[in-house]
């Protein structure tokens, strides 16, 4: 695997979106979102693979991104609420 942003970032995006999917998961264990849907087909290994993906598609996005300016917790919120409830 190529880590865009190197492995420190790719490492901190994935534990953010493990959190939010774990978060949502716990709140809304029968809501129609693709959270549910996936580990309803594939199980726990379908959630491990859908956050690998959206921590890639983050990843790619924010491709290059330095985030000393302390906009990296609002900018991955931003990405990941639209994914959390569709």
Not at 52 to 63: A, G, L, S
Not at 72 to 79: A, P, V
């Amino acid at each position: 695997m190529e880590f865009i942003n190197g492995f420190t970032s790719w490492m901190e995006t994935y534990h953010e979106v493990v959190a939010a999917i774990t978060k949502t998961r716990l709140q809304e264990p029968e809501a129609d979102n693709e959270i549910n849907r996936t580990h309803k087909t594939d199980g726990t290994f379908g959630i491990y693979v859908l956050a690998e993906r959206w921590t890639n598609e983050f990843e790619e996005k924010y491709k290059g991104r330095d985030w000393s300016d302390g906009s990296f917790f609002g900018t991955i919120e931003e990405f990941l609420t639209p994914k959390l409830s569709s």
